[in-house]
């Protein structure tokens, strides 16, 4: 078999960079190109350091050296990130948050799979392990938080930063709250489009006094739509967490949670998914498990899209009725609900820290106005 060199950059001209409209090649994504025997070993630099784009890039470049160089050629593929320059990308990178580290968003795609509960049950696990931590009640359509933490009747104060008024979160179980759920009347349906949600939602992070803090997780409502994607583009989300039940309904939704996340231009790592609902155990045969909903789902679909696993939870009563009456189960000293909680939480952890070590900081995109992105 023979071939040049130039056959193969001819062949990565055919493929255009992602978002540019110029190819790999004219883009300068291909900083080197390397041919021995039948083996070519191309590296390419991207700037999307999603899981997803890097396995779209090699391959394209595999399929196109195939289709028009040499079916039998041997083709490896070095991906790496490098984030653009700042001016040269175009979104705004936030305001820095210097006081808090770490922002985890809990999506879920499908409602009513437990995003609260896991979000309520991990800040409560977090606290417990020493953090500092707060959670963002950003479910637009129907916020929990505040009756999960059992302080429904609770209003934030405003207090003095500084010579800056800002809002002072609730506090309970160790974890700084704030949710929509303050400032609605719960009898009346709030209807929020995108921009305004997520206008709002930032002045409950940067107007707000959060004090120092390690994580602050935000409660999301479910689904994919409008309201979601302004959201996430307007928050710097350091991860997600998706959060599923094993039916197969409710995995597709997941799916297209995670897809969300890893869309070009809103770009928010995945921290993984956590399976709940995995199995029902009655409260007085805790060995006993029935796979009512199937078995394994959410695992699978985390191995499919490359994703960890974060754990899975049983369906018992105790944590329905815990959320209910304002004392999550993660409370509960001693308890195989409370050790759940903790092997998950562990779990993101680790998944976070290791984000932050391979990964630059989330960007996002301010909005400002009800028409449009503005670049301050
Ligand atoms: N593992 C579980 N075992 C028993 N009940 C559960 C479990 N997880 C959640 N629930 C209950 O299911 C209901 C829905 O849970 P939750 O509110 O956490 O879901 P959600 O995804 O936040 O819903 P929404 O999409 O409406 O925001 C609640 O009543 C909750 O107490
Ligand atoms: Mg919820």
Same mark, same amino acid.
């Given at each position: 078999?023979?071939?040049?060199?130039?056959?193969?950059?001819?062949?990565?001209?055919?493929?255009?960079?992602?978002?540019? @409209?110029?190819?790999?090649?004219?883009?300068?994504?291909?900083? $080197?190109?390397? &041919?021995?025997? $039948?083996?070519?070993?191309?590296?390419?630099?991207?700037?999307?350091?999603?899981?997803?784009?890097?396995?779209?890039?090699?391959?394209?470049?595999?399929?196109?050296?195939?289709?028009?160089?040499?079916?039998?050629?041997?083709?490896?593929?070095?991906?790496?990130?490098?984030?653009?320059?700042?001016?040269?990308? !175009?979104?705004?990178?936030?305001?820095?948050?210097?006081?808090?580290?770490?922002?985890?968003?809990?999506?879920?795609?499908?409602?009513?799979?437990?995003?609260?509960?896991?979000?309520?049950?991990?800040?409560?696990?977090?606290?417990?392990?020493?953090?500092?931590? @707060?959670?963002?009640?950003?479910?637009?359509?129907?916020?929990?938080?505040?009756?999960?933490?059992?302080?429904?009747?609770?209003?934030?104060?405003?207090?003095?930063?500084?010579?800056?008024?800002?809002?002072?979160?609730?506090? $309970?179980?160790?974890? /700084?709250?704030?949710?929509? @759920?303050?400032?609605?009347?719960?009898?009346?349906?709030?209807?929020?489009?995108?921009?305004?949600?997520?206008?709002?939602? $930032?002045?409950?992070?940067?107007?707000?006094?959060?004090?120092? *803090?390690?994580?602050?997780?935000?409660?999301?409502?479910?689904?994919?739509?409008?309201?979601?994607?302004?959201? #996430?583009?307007?928050?710097?989300? &350091?991860?997600? #967490?998706?959060?599923? &039940?094993?039916?197969?309904?409710?995995?597709?939704?997941?799916?297209?949670?995670?897809?969300?996340?890893?869309?070009?231009?809103?770009?928010?790592? #995945?921290?993984?998914?956590?399976?709940?609902?995995?199995?029902?155990?009655?409260?007085?045969?805790?060995?006993? /498990?029935?796979?009512?909903?199937?078995?394994?789902?959410?695992?699978?679909?985390?191995?499919? *899209?490359?994703?960890?696993?974060?754990?899975?939870?049983?369906?018992?009563?105790?944590?329905?009725?815990?959320?209910?009456?304002?004392?999550?189960?993660?409370?509960?000293?001693?308890?195989?609900?409370?050790?759940?909680?903790?092997?998950?939480?562990?779990?993101?952890?680790?998944?976070?820290? /290791?984000?932050?070590? !391979? *990964?630059?900081?989330?960007?996002?995109?301010?909005? &400002?106005?009800?028409? @449009?992105?503005?670049? /301050?």
């Amino acid at each position: 078999m023979s071939f040049k060199k130039q056959d193969i950059y001819n062949a990565l001209e055919t493929i255009t960079a992602p978002g540019e @409209g110029k190819s790999l090649v004219e883009n300068e994504n291909v900083k $080197n190109v390397v &041919t021995f025997g $039948n083996e070519v070993v191309v590296d390419v630099v991207i700037s999307n350091p999603s899981l997803q784009a890097k396995k779209k890039v090699e391959v394209e470049i595999m399929k196109a050296i195939h289709q028009h160089v040499d079916q039998k050629i041997d083709v490896k593929v070095n991906v790496k990130t490098e984030v653009k320059p700042k001016e040269e990308v !175009n979104q705004i990178r936030g305001k820095e948050i210097p006081n808090i580290k770490n922002i985890i968003a809990i999506a879920s795609g499908k409602g009513g799979v437990g995003k609260s509960t896991v979000t309520a049950n991990v800040a409560i696990t977090l606290a417990k392990m020493g953090f500092n931590v @707060g959670i963002l009640d950003a479910d637009v359509y129907g916020p929990s938080q505040h009756i999960m933490f059992d302080v429904e009747k609770e209003r934030p104060l405003s207090v003095k930063v500084e010579g800056r008024s800002k809002m002072k979160p609730i506090e $309970n179980y160790g974890v /700084k709250l704030l949710s929509l @759920g303050f400032f609605t009347n719960p009898n009346q349906a709030v209807i929020w489009r995108g921009p305004m949600a997520s206008k709002a939602l $930032n002045q409950l992070i940067f107007d707000a006094d959060w004090g120092e *803090l390690d994580f602050l997780l935000i409660d999301l409502p479910p689904g994919t739509g409008d309201v979601h994607l302004s959201i #996430v583009q307007a928050l710097p989300i &350091t991860g997600a #967490v998706v959060v599923s &039940t094993p039916q197969n309904i409710a995995l597709a939704d997941a799916k297209k949670g995670v897809a969300m996340f890893q869309q070009e231009a809103i770009n928010v790592p #995945v921290l993984g998914i956590v399976e709940n609902m995995a199995y029902f155990t009655p409260e007085e045969l805790p060995d006993n /498990k029935y796979y009512i909903f199937g078995k394994s789902g959410a695992k699978n679909l985390a191995e499919d *899209l490359e994703t960890a696993f974060l754990g899975e939870i049983p369906i018992v009563q105790s944590i329905r009725e815990g959320g209910d009456v304002g004392h999550p189960v993660a409370l509960q000293s001693g308890t195989k609900l409370e050790e759940s909680f903790k092997e998950i939480t562990q779990e993101v952890v680790s998944q976070l820290l /290791k984000r932050n070590a !391979n *990964l630059p900081p989330t960007e996002v995109v301010r909005i &400002t106005t009800m028409s @449009g992105c503005s670049t /301050k």
